[in-house]
């Protein structure tokens, strides 16, 4: 073997087929450098749920019961919105 070749570190990587819609649709709305991110959290979320709630939490994802946090994100914004607004007041 080549010096080259022992000297590499193993790096997980999970790959998985998409529709090309969903390609598309990833490639003209997010960011290419904020994919790795992304899917790390999302992985995240989805093993919060599944040893939370097991089989159960696994099902309401896969059915679309329940989503990523849409909602949490009106919270933010909101949230957001009103430091900003506070902020100019000042």
Not at 66 to 73: A, R, S
Request: proline share 2%; hydrophobic share 35%.
């Amino acid at each position: 073997m080549s010096e080259k070749k022992q000297n590499w570190e193993y790096v997980p990587r999970l790959s998985v087929e998409i529709r090309e819609d969903q390609l598309q649709s990833m490639q003209k709305l997010i960011p290419f450098g904020f994919r790795k991110l992304l899917f790390q959290r999302l992985i995240d979320d989805v093993l919060k749920v599944t040893e939370d709630h097991g089989q159960v939490g696994l099902s309401a994802i896969c059915t679309g019961a329940i989503g990523v946090g849409y909602n949490k994100l009106q919270e933010y914004i909101e949230k957001s919105s009103a430091k900003k607004e506070k902020k100019d007041d000042q």
